[in-house]
T-cell receptor, first 115, second 114 residues
């Protein structure tokens, strides 16, 4: 039982390049989330998904796209990377928020640098 | 605006000492408040979850308190250990439609020195 895994762990991009971050969970969770964490700020929600085939915008969605083709995977794409997207990205998953034991489980993070 | 503010921003203590971290929140509608521990290079891990009807909850050497009237919470760490060195994040949960949204504080970085 690996929980939530993220690939890659580190990545350096040049401005304008594209990439996809992969998140996988083996807990059969319906909900999945992508956050970014910047120094001195709390985690901010980029996009989330309430089930396979669904996605929704979070607090800071601009410049990112997501897809949830399979229940266990949630992909975060950067079509044209910008230095402002230098950050640590965390994926999380959970059961339905109204369950008594609602908890978000976080992956180890991906550190992305855009030069 | 939903927000969570924490103090202090950073803290250094000696091993074996106690410390208390503070959190003020304005989250509406409020469901519960959590404290997470985030080790360097890792994702956050939940320490405690408290609803508005709970005043205190313990998890080993960690004790969280909640005052729903003043919208304040604290995390007390007893007999600190080197492994307590981490960032501690206060998080409020509110429900919005079909989702539960976590509102994160900026964290308090704790360093425990031998």
């Amino acid at each position: 039982n690996a929980g939530v895994t993220q690939t890659p762990k580190f990545r350096v991009l040049k401005t304008g390049q594209s990439m996809t971050l992969l998140c996988a969970q083996d807990m059969n969770h319906e909900y999945m989330y992508w956050y970014r964490q910047d120094p001195g700020m709390g985690l901010r929600l980029i996009h989330y998904s309430v089930g396979e085939g669904t996605t929704a915008k979070g607090e800071v969605p601009d410049g990112y796209n997501v897809s949830r083709l399979k229940k266990q995977n949630f992909l975060l794409g950067l079509e044209s990377a910008a230095p402002s997207q230098t950050s640590v990205y965390f994926c999380a998953s959970s059961y339905h928020p109204r369950t008594a034991t609602y908890e978000q489980y976080f992956g180890p993070g991906t550190r992305l640098t855009v030069t | 605006k939903n927000q969570v503010e924490q103090s202090p921003q950073s803290l250094i203590i000696l091993e074996g000492k106690n410390c208390t971290l503070q959190c003020n929140y304005t989250v509406s509608p409020f469901s519960n408040l959590r404290w997470y521990k985030q080790d360097t290079g890792r994702g956050p891990v939940s320490l405690t979850i408290m609803t508005f009807s709970e005043n205190t909850k313990s998890n080993g050497r960690y004790t969280a308190t909640l005052d729903a009237d003043t919208k304040q919470s604290s995390l007390h760490i007893t007999a600190s250990q080197l492994s307590d060195s981490a960032s501690y994040i206060c998080v409020g949960l509110h429900y919005s439609g079909n989702t539960g949204k976590l509102i994160f504080g900026q964290g308090t970085t704790l360093q425990v020195k031998p």
